[in-house]
């Protein structure tokens, strides 16, 4: 059978077809929506904007954001979406004041200090419904707060993450909640003043610089970004022969007693494989870039050559060439305990 080509205009008309049986409404919400619910941060001094994809917090020996006191409160605003109408049970484990409003009608109320609570069921349509969520800390009490649901038709769970959206207009808060963590990994307010809604991470101490080899510190201080391609640390064009002087002044006036063992490391056969392990699984990785791993440990965690850290703005000094930079019992009590070297350190 000989077949015939279909003209240009066809396809133009077909086009038209399909599009007018596509619901554009539907379209457009799609380009107008973000994952995740608009959150809003407030004490009596200050109002921070976030975007959270999960309503699961812990806040015991922490705020939600450095810039808010003891006494704050959170709103979260945005759509849920309900796959299988029915009847939905909202639960919550909460140490504070809570309130759930499903499109515009109270679903869930709690106020206690690590209470289960249950709601009422409510009849939900399947589609988007508008939700708000309200929380505010009880004094000296410990805030914490997940959120849980279930119905007919699934047991209880945590309130999942693709269930949430918010408006677009609202993802401003993703990007300054992005610029405030670069600001903070930066290190910016410990230079600059005006940003006292930033926290000042100080800059590593040098109270022990004298355990860094002064070839290694006149490196630095020429070029950060040779030791370090993440240092916050800005370059000042120093000479070789400014780098040496300053490097010489900081040996001088850092602390004679050092923390280290006088003691030397004995290591055993199996130590280094043993370490490598660990050090791939521990979650080094997640801060830090490793290279050159040609042994099983790599092998085993089907680690490249090359492991890059996804910690970003966080990222940790590279630990590539780390043995030109530091002894053994530097790494020792490093590991140990980071503070007795860097009363300023942010490892864990």
Excluded at 131 to 139: G, M, N
Aim: net charge negative; proline share 6%.
């Amino acid at each position: 059978m000989r077949s015939r080509s279909i003209p240009p205009a066809t396809h133009v008309a077909l086009v038209l077809i399909l599009l007018c049986g596509v619901d554009q409404s539907a379209l457009s919400d799609e380009e107008t929506t973000r994952p995740g619910l608009a959150g809003i941060f407030s004490d009596s001094i200050s109002i921070v904007q976030k975007v959270d994809d999960r309503i699961a917090f812990d806040w015991t020996d922490s705020s939600p954001d450095s810039r808010l006191g003891d006494d704050y409160q959170a709103k979260w605003q945005g759509r849920l979406l309900v796959r299988q109408p029915g009847k939905h049970t909202f639960h919550a484990m909460v140490s504070g004041r809570l309130t759930i409003v499903v499109d515009g009608k109270l679903a869930l109320q709690s106020e206690g200090e690590s209470l289960f609570h249950s709601a009422e069921p409510i009849d939900l349509t399947a589609g988007d419904h508008t939700l708000e969520i309200s929380f505010k800390r009880t004094a000296n009490v410990d805030a914490r707060l997940q959120l849980f649901w279930s119905s007919p038709e699934f047991t209880l769970e945590p309130l999942p993450a693709d269930v949430l959206t918010h408006e677009a207009p609202n993802t401003t808060a993703g990007d300054q909640e992005s610029g405030r963590l670069l600001a903070d990994a930066m290190r910016c307010s410990a230079c600059h003043s005006g940003l006292a809604e930033a926290s000042t991470l100080k800059a590593p101490s040098l109270k022990h610089v004298n355990e860094t080899p002064v070839d290694e510190l006149v490196r630095r201080l020429m070029d950060p970004r040779s030791v370090n391609s993440h240092s916050a640390m800005p370059s000042y064009g120093l000479s070789a022969e400014e780098a040496k002087d300053v490097a010489l002044f900081l040996m001088d006036a850092s602390d004679k007693e050092s923390p280290l063992a006088q003691k030397g490391l004995e290591f055993k056969a199996g130590d280094a494989d043993a370490g490598s392990k660990l050090l791939l699984t521990t979650g080094c990785v997640s801060c830090h870039r490793l290279s050159q791993f040609n042994n099983e440990a790599a092998e085993s965690t089907s680690e490249s050559a090359d492991v890059l850290p996804n910690a970003s703005p966080y990222h940790g000094p590279e630990l590539v060439g780390i043995e030109k930079r530091r002894t053994a019992k530097w790494l020792s009590k490093w590991l140990q305990a980071p503070g007795e070297l860097n009363p300023n350190h942010r490892m864990p």
